[in-house]
């Protein structure tokens, strides 16, 4: 007979024989960065997270600090926006000076860009539009600029989320001849079109968009493209590949992780914060139980690096040693 039941009758064992885990330097923490000063307002769509502005940051980044978290991601909210969504690679951008500003009263933390256009588009979109969809070409260069710009400004790592094909390869070269050949690139490889994303539109002041992203994100049907999106980027030059978001696509984070050898990261999106605590809200779900059993279930599929709004619990079960 198996007796699968002797390491797990005594607590000690039990924590002794886990095959997952998990550390607090294996978290990122996303942030949400507002044009303007004295801000610090609730996301509607995610209670317990906030936009903050440049000045009102400095304080939430001395949290993240405390808990012990040391990545931070920033996406970047403008006052203005346009056709070509030129906030995005202003050099005095808003994730730009918050990266400017960050680094210098902030120094410990390794600050992550989000280099997207469509925090910064009028029409909503990650790029150029064009009749239904984005030009992809006409949108690299600006990718590059956003890439460029935001390293100047003292990003340690740049994180492209657009879905334009070719852009790692781009803005790779744009990096290293800019003189940043050190600076790594984390690439949204596999990022899927999902409703994971609504809680986020209202986050990042893109609740007026009004298509879908279908026809450059990936479509929830396919693995085996994700597949061809990692190793392409990998080629391409991305030290690290992202899948998000990340409950829905477990599959997808331990194919990743099978079949290539860079860290592979996993961005459990606002979708997933929200309904976690919303359900715990109406009393229907243990917060925390569900916290610390779906950020393990990402680490066990294979990721190394988890981008969560749940940092700071995660962060507070590890000191505590209920998990990892
Ligand atoms: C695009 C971007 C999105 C998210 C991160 N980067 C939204 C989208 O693609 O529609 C979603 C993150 C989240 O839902 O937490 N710049």
Redo the contacts with the bound molecule.
């Keep these: 007979m198996y007796r699968g039941r002797r390491l797990r009758i005594l607590e000690n064992i039990r924590e002794l024989t886990r095959e997952t885990r998990v550390s607090k330097k294996s978290l990122i923490y996303?942030m949400f960065i507002e044009e303007g000063s004295g801000i610090v307002k609730e996301i509607p769509s995610m209670p317990g997270q906030f936009r903050y502005s440049t000045d009102t940051m400095i304080d939430k980044l001395k949290d993240v600090l405390s808990w012990g978290v040391t990545s931070v991601m920033f996406?970047g909210i403008p006052k203005e926006k346009d056709e070509v969504g030129s906030g995005a690679y202003d050099p005095h951008g808003i994730v730009q000076e918050a990266l400017r500003i960050a680094k210098k009263e902030v120094p410990e933390i390794t600050y992550i860009g989000?280099v997207?256009?469509?925090?910064y588009t009028s029409h909503g979109h990650?790029g150029i539009a064009c009749e239904h969809t984005v030009d992809n070409d006409k949108t690299l260069p600006l990718l590059c600029k956003t890439a460029v710009t935001q390293v100047e400004a003292g990003a340690d790592m740049v994180a492209p989320?657009?879905?334009m094909d070719g852009r790692i390869e781009a803005i790779r070269e744009a990096l290293d001849e800019a003189g940043y050949y050190n600076t790594p690139i984390m690439s949204?490889a596999a990022?899927y079109?999902?409703a994971?994303?609504?809680?986020?539109?209202d986050?990042?002041g893109?609740d007026g968009?009004k298509g879908d992203?279908k026809s450059y994100?990936m479509d929830y049907h396919n693995r085996r493209q994700a597949v061809m999106e990692a190793v392409s980027d990998i080629e391409e030059g991305a030290d690290i590949i992202m899948v998000?978001?990340a409950l829905a696509y477990l599959d997808i984070i331990r194919e990743l992780k099978d079949i290539t050898d860079v860290p592979v990261a996993a961005?459990?999106?606002?979708?997933?914060?929200s309904m976690i605590k919303m359900g715990a809200k109406a009393g229907v779900i243990d917060e925390k139980e569900i916290i610390a059993e779906t950020a393990i279930s990402i680490f066990r599929a294979g990721a190394d690096i988890l981008i969560t709004?749940f940092a700071k619990e995660i962060a507070e079960m590890i000191d505590r040693g209920e998990i990892g």
């Design positions: 996303p996406f989000d997207c256009m469509c925090e990650c989320s657009d879905m949204y990022k079109a999902s994971f994303y609504g809680p986020f539109r986050a990042a893109s968009f992203r994100q998000k978001p961005y459990s999106v606002s979708g997933e914060y709004y």
